[in-house]
């Protein structure tokens, strides 16, 4: 079964902590419930978006640096 993570807010979505590092996850990855798989940034404040289930992240719906709206779709975790 399929879960889908939705943007609580609008802004930029973000897959990495800072330019020069790494993803928080990749697709394939496996997460755990709460585990960051990206922040959403508007206006220099930053929320992260966590997984409220664990599984393995099989889709990203947006890409890095991507706008979203509130309940846009993110990610699909199986």
Do not use: C, H, L
């Amino acid at each position: 079964m399929s879960t889908q993570v939705i943007a609580p807010i609008p802004g930029i979505f973000y897959r990495r902590p800072a330019p020069d590092k790494p993803p928080f996850v990749e697709e394939g990855d496996t997460v755990a419930v709460g585990q960051t798989i990206g922040v959403i940034e508007i206006m220099k404040q930053f929320t992260e978006v966590r997984s409220e289930t664990s599984g393995v992240v099989s889709a990203f719906a947006v890409e890095d640096n991507g706008m979203v709206g509130p309940g846009d779709i993110i990610a699909t975790i199986d």
